[in-house]
């Protein structure tokens, strides 16, 4: 869906309603929601109607979605292991995907569905995906005018090529693409839901992903059309509308009840969310004046905080909220060099980082405490969310009622909001 402002101001709402209601009352209101929770038929025993499954990538920092490619590698590794299953795929095991910037086009590749009806690519051959296609894909020379003459003649032949024709519509699962449209002055996210549902919002996925990852810095905007071109945007990098998508993936599941129909609130469901890493960059070097690049990744950086911090406190206000229901892996203060970080971290340094990532301390967000480092590490925190993804999957197999209902065909008897603007649906004969 394209992300409507008021039902982000909901969410927001109900976040701040959580905080004050714990500050002020303590936790009374959740023994009573707790209380209703158990008291509701229609959550207990084979009623139990489950958890809905998020994964949530950020944009690339300097790994460009190497960090997060090789996370979600080591995760299906695990996913494996606890499902007895050797060909179990990340898309198996996660009902929606939201990824920005780099995080976006790993999404894509994980669940586009290929010509044999299973994901396009498998975590291991992403992650090659990305470590050999790097330099197109994210350039980063210093000289302006060459970099906006490499990269269209790169990424863009690239992308054609890995995806084709293929559009929202073909993906496995439903997948939330962040980009800022400059025609609107707004973000935009491309959806599958919408897509099946309007066909003014259906895009080629090779645009999709080159849109979201578009730096402005580099290419500047990028223009795209709809697949039926009723709708125009001019597309900047996702990472400047929303470098952590989570967000906006718990307000379109918890508001899309044709596909979700039992999702009330954060306690139905299983959030995993990818970080790319926050960057020592220019650390302890006062000197160092941060180039455009670097206050766009200081941006996003920031924001990235600012939206764990609050789904954090919707879940309870202690780091992973409620036991394992939401996960966030992040590198922090990562031992690259500014060598290495600049123009591109090499590749075998970025992969062995990815180790120093899962061997670190999981840093958890608190209730007006800020972060603290828990007492498990990141690569536990993905065995026990792991663990729980698989037993909602065991779960499925004897409950009676569906925990998602996917959309397969264009039309719908009751018709959603789109999560698009309403600014970005004028902008179609504006811009």
Known sequence: MALLVNEVDTLTNQIFSILENKFLFGDNENATATKTHHDDPMKSGNHFSGKVRILSIDGGSFSDGILAAQSLLTFQTILRQKSGNPNAAIAQCFDVVAGSGAGAVLAALL?????????????????????????????????????????????????????????????LKPVLIPCYDLCSNAPFLFSRADALEMGGYDFKMKEVCYATSADPTVVGAVEMRSVDESTKILAVQGGVAMNNPTAAAITHVINNKQEFPFCNGVEDLLVLSLGNAESGFGSGDVTLTPTRIKFLRIAGEGVSDIV?????????????????????????RLNCKTSDIHPKCKIDAVMSLTKEMLVQRNVESHLFKGKKRSEVTNLEKLEMIGSELIKEQERRKTSLLPTVVLKQNQSAATPRSSSASATTISSQSSC
Do not use: C, H, W
């Not at 302006?144 to 993906?171: N, Q, V």
């Open 111 to 171: 669940f586009t569905r290929a010509e044999n009806g299973g994901p396009l690519f498998t975590a291991d051959q992403a992650l090659q995906f990305l470590v050999k296609n790097r330099l197109k894909l994210f350039p980063s020379s210093p000289q302006g005018i060459f970099r906006r003459l490499f990269r269209p003649s790169g990424a863009k032949k690239l992308l054609g090529k890995t995806f084709g024709e293929l559009t929202l519509k073909d993906t």
């Open 308 to 332: 764990d911090q609050a789904v954090s406190m919707a879940f309870g206000g202690s780091g992973s909220g409620n036991g394992n229901n939401y996960v966030r892996i992040q590198g922090n």
